[in-house]
């Protein structure tokens, strides 16, 4: 939820200043994001839980998205929205795969409490990441995205041991 702040408070800002793009322009690839995200938590999900792990959807899920975060690097329009559609991937893969991790570990007992736990970790990096994206794209415009990648990677790291 970190990095995903970086980005979400980020990407309008540089859209304006280094894109040129309208709001319009925002608004419009911010649907087509989060009509890629329906998309992937909807048909794809369903059919790759089916085939593969949690930890691998994770894994997987991570490395896509840190894949589009590094993508928003570049000003061209075609690779801004290749970025969209790995970032929806990567998400919509990642994160309904670590909740699932989170709760088939803690067990019929305590799924609830771990679940409600991550959410409010969830929400208080959502809030320092609103806040440290936007101060942290001041300072280091575009490269935030690639910092918002580094943030996300280590979730890549930590989900091959939940294959074992």
Excluded: C
Aim: without cysteine; charged residues 5%; neutral net charge.
């Amino acid at each position: 939820m970190l990095g995903f702040s970086f980005f979400y408070i980020g990407f309008p800002v540089h859209a304006i200043k280094e894109l040129r793009w309208t709001i319009t322009d925002i608004g419009m690839f911010f649907a087509y994001l989060s009509l890629v995200m329906v998309l992937v938590q909807g048909a794809l999900l369903a059919r790759a839980s089916e085939k593969f792990s949690d930890a691998a959807l994770a894994f997987g899920g991570t490395l896509i998205l840190t894949i589009g975060f590094i993508s928003l690097f570049w000003s061209s329009i075609p690779v801004i929205y290749l970025a969209a559609t790995l970032i929806a991937l990567g998400n919509g893969l990642m994160w309904p795969s670590v909740m699932a991790m989170l709760s088939n570990a803690a067990g019929d007992m305590h799924q609830g409490a771990v679940q409600g736990a991550g959410g409010s970790i969830g929400a208080i990096a959502s809030i320092v990441g609103l806040i440290a994206g936007g101060l942290l794209y001041n300072w280091l415009g575009a490269w935030v995205f690639v910092l918002a990648a580094l943030v996300i990677l280590p979730v890549s790291i930590v989900t091959p041991r939940a294959w074992r």
